[in-house]
Nanobody
Framework: QVQLVESGGGSVQTGGSLRLSCAVK????????MAWFRQAPGKERQGVAV????????DYVDSVKGRFTISQDSAKNTVYLQMNSLEIEDTGMYYCAAMSVYAGGSWSLVRSYKHWGQGTQVTVSS
């Protein structure tokens, strides 16, 4: 059974940091791209960061480049999102997602992903 369980969300002030974790079960992270998405109220779900298996290639949406870092601990089957210099615009529900490397989809598109977690809330205030 596939399970992606996010944790680490919370409320912080602008400029603060949070580290999100995604515990992965039932998904072979050696042949799945792991990504973080976020969704603000009234907005579409947006791809934030992705990490590819094997070579560890990463990519980010422009608005978080230089501030967020995605990483993966294969031994723990856990994916992380380190978020620094948080801004009010980073507020939203953050989701972990898995996409097979064989799917051939674009990493930033919701429809590319088969497996999703339940989300963890991040709230940034001034």
């Amino acid at each position: 059974q596939v399970q992606l369980v996010e944790s680490g969300g919370g409320s912080v002030q602008t400029g603060g940091s949070l580290r999100l974790s995604c515990a992965v079960k039932g998904v072979n992270t050696n042949n799945n791209c792991m990504a973080w998405f976020r969704q603000a109220p009234g907005k579409e779900r947006q791809g934030v960061a992705v990490i590819l298996p094997n070579d560890g290639y990463t990519d980010y949406v422009d608005s978080v480049k230089g501030r967020f870092t995605i990483s993966q601990d294969s031994a723990k089957n856990t994916v992380y999102l380190q978020m620094n210099s948080l801004e009010i615009e980073d507020t939203g529900m953050y989701y972990c997602a898995a996409m097979s490397v064989y799917a051939g989809g674009s990493w930033s598109l919701v429809r590319s992903y088969k497996h999703w977690g339940q989300g963890t809330q991040v709230t940034v205030s001034s």
